[in-house]
């Protein structure tokens, strides 16, 4: 059974940086794109960053030049490095993969942390 687990949520004041990671396990063979997603209060889950195995990264507008998303591959690990946070920031944040696991067979499918609550105050 593949599991996702993230942590380093918590509560900060604005300008204050926060460090989330994710770490996947289970019976993964590979593991494709990893990402991070944000769902703030009344708005629907979003794309925050992802980056492939080879380290294409990509993300959203609004956290250009404020958040890196990086990964350890040995480790199946995906990291959100999060500065200069601002209250909009404010969300439960959610770890993704894209991978392939053994289950009887090698099979491919995406997986889903339970999230993490990130909380800025002004």
């Known amino acids: 059974q593949v599991q996702l687990v993230e942590s380093g949520g918590g509560l900060v004041q604005a300008g204050k940086s926060l460090r989330l990671t994710c770490a996947a396990s289970?019976?993964?063979?590979?593991?494709?794109?990893m990402g991070w997603y944000r769902q703030g209060p009344g708005n629907q889950r979003e794309l925050v960053a992802d980056v492939t195995s080879s380290g294409r990264t990509n993300y959203t507008d609004s956290v250009k030049g404020r958040f890196t998303i990086s990964r350890d591959n040995a480790k199946n690990t995906v990291y959100l490095q999060m500065n200069s946070l601002k209250p909009e920031d404010t969300a439960v944040y959610y770890c993704?993969?894209?991978?392939?696991?053994?289950?009887?067979?090698?099979?491919?499918?995406?997986?889903w942390g339970r999230g993490t609550q990130v909380t800025v105050s002004s």
């Open positions: 289970g019976n993964i063979f590979s593991i494709n794109t």
């Open positions: 993704s993969a894209q991978l392939r696991y053994i289950q009887v067979r090698l099979q491919t499918g995406d997986f």
